[in-house]
Nanobody
Framework: QVQLVESGGGLVQAGGSLRLSCAAS??????MAWFRQAPGKEREFVAA????????RYADSVKGRFAISRDNNKNTLYLQLNTLKPDDSAVYYC????????????????WGQGTQVTVSS
């Protein structure tokens, strides 16, 4: 079992930054990822990171603007969001994944409640 709690979302102007956190407990010795879901759209992959933090993967839409990291001593996953755009507005979820090559949210079992990010133009 894994418990995940996201935080750090909010309202920000376009071009601004936010840092999301995901506090994890339980069986957390696995790769982790961030997904996001905008209203009326399917949940989509954002970024993933191996347990060691040595490898990461990003969706093309966020590459160069977002940065995923983790602190295993604190059991916490992070997502730094820079140069935000209105299209980045969504509920952001963290999850434990079998591999950083994950493509679909359907491949993951454990999810947090999400944190809302709203970017105004």
């Amino acid at each position: 079992q894994v418990q995940l709690v996201e935080s750090g979302g909010g309202l920000v102007q376009a071009g601004g930054s936010l840092r999301l956190s995901c506090a994890a407990s339980g069986r957390t010795g696995y790769p982790m990822a961030w997904f996001r879901q905008a209203p009326g759209k399917e949940r989509e992959f954002v970024a993933a990171i191996t347990y060691s933090g040595g490898s990461t993967r990003y969706a093309d839409s966020v590459k160069g603007r977002f940065a995923i990291s983790r602190d295993n001593n604190k059991n916490t996953l992070y997502l730094q969001l820079n140069t935000l755009k209105p299209d980045d507005s969504a509920v952001y979820y963290c999850t434990v994944v079998p591999s950083i090559t994950i493509m679909s949210w359907r491949e993951s079992t454990y999810w947090g409640q999400g944190t809302q990010v709203t970017v105004s133009s």
